[in-house]
């Protein structure tokens, strides 16, 4: 028996993982507390916001995409992302949720901003024409002790895409690709190899930025 399936509802695409009784994976950019946190401040004072430097039109890689939140707040403020996800599944999740948001009259157009492309942003940033103007990279974290796990829907993602260990690699490529602005989302306490040009630190996470 395979331990997660895909399911069609009638809420749209969810990732069921059979041994565990968590709530399936849904990707909704429609539900209360994503809207909630869209409407408050319209995400500006969001740290993210201020780790990425948005402004209209302004154009960023998220190598990352995983639920596609980060994404879809920076796309509420205007900046056109596009996102790389190299897992099929999320992708389809992701294809799905935007389709919905696209349907949506108040969500149309930001969901219009956000483009997704299935693959690996190791090799998708090598192949970019132009150099991006920012990259976002959050990658999965680490198994972290106990008291300080990830929660919810991102319990049923780090189950099911495991860590992203080869997030180092990502960082020197996204790097070598000559983008003025490289943003890092990192647990509070990580340690890595990468010296920024500044920090913003939250509560449980910290943005790491370099400018090159
Ligand atoms: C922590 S999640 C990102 C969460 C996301 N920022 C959000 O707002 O929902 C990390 C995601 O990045 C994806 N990922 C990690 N490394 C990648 C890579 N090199 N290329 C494409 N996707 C990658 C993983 O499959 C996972 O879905």
């Known amino acids: 028996m395979s331990r997660f399936i895909l399911q069609h509802s009638d809420a ?6 059979r041994f565990s009784r968590q709530h399936p994976l849904h990707i909704n950019f429609m539900d209360a507390g994503f809207s ?17 430097g948005v402004k209209p039109r ?32 999320l992708a389809l999740l992701l294809e799905d ?11 149309a157009e930001i969901a219009g901003r956000i483009r997704l492309v299935h ?11 132009n150099t991006p103007q920012v990259i976002f990279i959050d990658p999965m974290f680490p198994t972290r002790k106990k008291n300080a796990q990830v929660k919810g829907e991102m319990q049923i993602l780090q189950r099911f895409v495991g860590k992203d ?29 990468f010296e920024p040009s500044f920090s913003l630190k939250g509560k449980s996470s910290r943005f790491d930025i370099f400018l090159q």
């Open 12 to 17: 749209g695409l969810r990732l069921v993982d």
């Open 165 to 193: 260990e080869d997030a180092s690699t990502l960082v020197r490529c996204a790097m070598a690709t000559g983008s003025k602005r490289v943003v890092l989302k990192r647990p509070i306490a990580a340690t890595d190899d």
């Open 97 to 107: 949720a935007i389709s919905r948001a696209l349907a949506n009259e108040q969500l």
């Open 58 to 89: 302004l154009q960023v890689i998220d190598c990352t995409a995983g639920l596609g939140r980060d994404s879809f707040l920076l796309a509420s403020l205007g900046c056109d992302v596009v996102m790389f996800e190299r897992s099929k599944v």
């Open 36 to 52: 909630f946190r869209l409407k408050r401040g319209g995400g500006r004072k969001e740290m993210i916001a201020k780790a990425v």
């Open 119 to 129: 693959g690996d942003a190791i090799q998708l940033l090598g192949c970019q024409t």
